[in-house]
């Protein structure tokens, strides 16, 4: 079985059906058993979205976390950032994020492109002037991926 990945989605109170107007958050989990089932429920995440406001919703109203697992993942990075990671480095990238991972961790791929780079071990140790990977590693996350490359935290 596939490690999962949390993903926050936050909108306002009011855009929720049955949604409380005292204030208090609802939290709702699902489980994803099936890539159908996965696939249906991104694209309605992101119509709902999409739909109830430009730019990030606001944090004050209800929260609905779901379970991400490696292909949805891989399937965010790739609509949205194709050109970041290949296949390799996206699932070396989960893997320790899911280790990483909280109760409460929002996928934000934008963010985690910004924070992480993909590369060779003498592309990475030439862009940080460094001279060998153990060095590189005293300055920064670095992880080994299947296909001989690595990612590093950027800094």
Known sequence: MAHLMRLCVVLPSNQLSGSSTSG??????????????????VQSLKKTVKH????????????????????IFMDEFNSCRPDNFNYSG???LFDYLDDMDSQNTEL?????????????????????????????Q????????????????DF
């Open 108 to 136: 934000d791929v934008i963010a985690i492109c910004c924070e992480y780079s993909q590369y060779t071990e003498e592309e990475a140790l030439k862009a940080y002037g460094m001279e060998s990977i153990e060095e590189l």
């Open 24 to 41: 208090i958050e609802k939290h709702q989990s699902t489980k994803i058993t099936s890539n159908t089932q996965q696939q249906k429920l």
């Open 90 to 92: 996206l699932s070396a």
């Open 138 to 153: 005293q300055s920064t996350t670095v992880i080994h991926c299947d296909d001989d490359t690595i990612i590093i935290q």
């Open 52 to 71: 109830y406001g430009k730019g990030r919703p606001s944090t004050k109203g209800n929260t609905m976390h779901i379970i991400v697992n490696k292909n």
